[in-house]
């Protein structure tokens, strides 16, 4: 039974031009991330796709993954919510494993997540999660490690695959449902990786794109490479992009050290601000959250009053790190507290968003907390409204 929190539906207004998207990532599924699914690595000795894929009975384990981890019937699910959009990562590798260890099939999984989505009413935006060389060292790359991306030919391999992503992609036949290709997910902006270079590859890679494209409205997006959106605001006129290439920021509060010293007031303030940077990129093209998440790390103590970190010694107080099943009703408030806050800066200084990521551990899953009540049902409807105009 999916709780609507008791929430009061709230349709809010869509934020500029074209089909507001509201999303989910379909993560951990056609990219492995150990952190998501700890069984399906538990024996391996893996620690990322590269590794996993080496290992003995890999090709039957993905393909058990790929069938069970994310179906049909969970877009029904998910579109239930009024969530209209999946954001589904794939690996370059899923149209050129050369020289890789890396198992194919994972395109024939996408295939047939845009026709359920298509039968659902719903669009998809499709991410090349994953990039030859590893373009951050992160295991969300497919390869934790060095750095290689803007190394050797890889830059060159990059546009091929994307080429080819957006030949079957960008046809007309795909043109109801696919709206987005996203060329390259979070490459980093130090150590290996310049962020000049990564705008010459932008540029090289939406044009070399656009040449194969049937269908023009496709949107074709880059991520900010950590520099936030509002870095990007001469690309448009140097694209003349004619209004189809997005950036896609990547927005936490839970990573770096200084947010784990925030409180959840703090938290929402900080996502209320995202604003500025987000309207100066929208202002020039559209601009996207691709992902963001519910978790901080916060305790919450019996009067309700929040305190950073992930320990307390209140008596009676709750940390978020605690088991999900075990949130008592403060917890659940202050995280949709600061749920609703991002999702108030999403609606109004965004083309759309995508929670990272459906299906995870805690707090990490979409489902989890539209169960739990943590996220609002449906994701219009709000508990706290007004929390960013105060």
Not at 41 to 52: E, M, R, Y
Not at 192 to 203: G, M, Q, V, W
Not at 325 to 342: F, G, L, T
């Amino acid at each position: 039974m999916l709780s609507s929190g008791n929430a009061s539906s709230e349709i809010l207004p869509r934020a500029g031009s074209g089909e507001f998207l509201r999303g989910v990532n379909i993560g951990g599924w056609l990219v492995l991330e150990k952190w998501m699914s700890e069984g399906l690595f538990s024996g391996t000795g893996a620690v990322d796709q590269w590794t996993f894929d080496s290992t003995g009975g890999a090709q039957q384990k993905l393909q058990n993954h790929w069938d069970t981890w994310f179906t049909e019937g969970d877009v029904q699910k998910i579109r239930a919510t009024g969530i209209n959009a999946l954001r589904i990562p794939v690996g370059f590798w899923a149209y050129d494993n050369t020289g890789t260890p890396y198992l194919q099939g994972a395109d024939a999984y996408l295939e047939k997540a845009i026709g359920w989505a298509r039968n659902a009413g719903m669009k998809v935006w499709i991410d090349c999660h994953g990039s030859p060389g590893s373009q951050n060292g992160f295991d969300n790359s497919g390869h934790a490690g060095d750095v290689q991306w803007q190394q050797g030919d890889n830059f060159v391999r990059s546009i091929s695959v994307l080429m080819t992503m957006a030949r079957k992609y960008g046809a007309q036949q795909y043109a109801d449902t696919v709206v987005g290709l996203e060329l390259v997910n979070e490459p980093i902006s130090w150590g290996n990786n310049n962020i000049e270079t990564t705008k010459n590859f932008a540029a090289a890679a939406y044009t070399n794109v656009m040449s194969v494209l049937d269908n023009k409205n496709l949107m074709i997006v880059m991520h900010d490479a950590f520099q936030g959106a509002g870095s990007w605001t001469e690309f448009p006129a140097r694209l003349q992009s004619n209004g189809n290439f997005g950036i896609d920021s990547h927005l936490y509060q839970c990573f770096v050290e200084s947010d784990s010293q925030l409180t959840q007031q703090q938290h929402i303030e900080k996502a209320c601000d995202w604003s500025w940077d987000l309207n100066k990129a929208k202002a020039v093209m559209p601009t996207f959250v691709g992902e963001w998440s519910p978790v901080t790390n916060i305790c919450v103590n019996p009067d309700g009053s929040t305190t950073p970190g992930t320990s307390c010694s209140t008596e009676g107080c709750q940390c978020q790190s605690v088991d999900f099943a075990s949130w008592n009703d403060k917890m659940i408030e202050q995280v949709r507290r600061y749920v609703e806050a991002q999702l108030d800066t999403f609606e109004s200084s965004t083309n759309g968003y995508f929670m990272w990521a459906w299906q995870g551990p805690g707090g990490w899953g979409f489902m989890n907390g539209i169960e739990k009540g943590s996220i609002p049902n449906p994701v219009t409807s709000r508990k706290y409204p007004g929390q960013c105009s105060r």
